[in-house]
């Protein structure tokens, strides 16, 4: 299983970025996935979630500048981030959630700048 997370890079604040995380090995279709993130010296805390349904969850946040989706035939998630600000800095990971497992990808920085 592999999980590849991309399009973390440096913004100023009120910025955009989109992440993605391509998904190989792991049947993704039906599966919860979402994005976590841990900031220096933080926790790791869920950004956002999708479940196999389709519905979506995000943190407070987050909650409305934020937006996660997913696209089964290409086996790809995406976090769409919007009115970035400087607390959103950290490194964003990807997961999937399938038969009892989690499977990670290695991250991507988002650095934004105020």
């Known amino acids: 299983v592999q999980l590849q997370a991309s399009g973390g890079g440096s913004v100023q604040a009120g910025g955009s970025l989109r992440l993605s995380c391509k998904a190989s090995?792991?049947?993704?279709?039906?599966?919860?996935m979402g994005w976590y993130r841990q900031g220096l010296g933080k926790q790791r805390e869920l950004v956002a979630a999708?479940?196999?349904?389709?519905?979506?969850n995000y943190a407070d946040s987050v909650d409305g500048r934020f937006t996660i989706s997913s696209d089964n035939v290409r086996r790809m998630l995406y976090l769409q981030m919007n009115s970035l600000k400087a607390e959103d800095t950290a490194v964003y990971y990807c997961?999937?959630?399938?038969?009892?497992?989690?499977?990670w990808g290695k991250g991507t920085l988002v650095t934004v700048s105020s």
């Open positions: 997961y999937v959630r399938r038969g009892g497992a989690d499977y």
């Open positions: 999708i479940g196999g349904g389709g519905s979506t």
């Open positions: 090995g792991v049947i993704f279709r039906f599966s919860d």
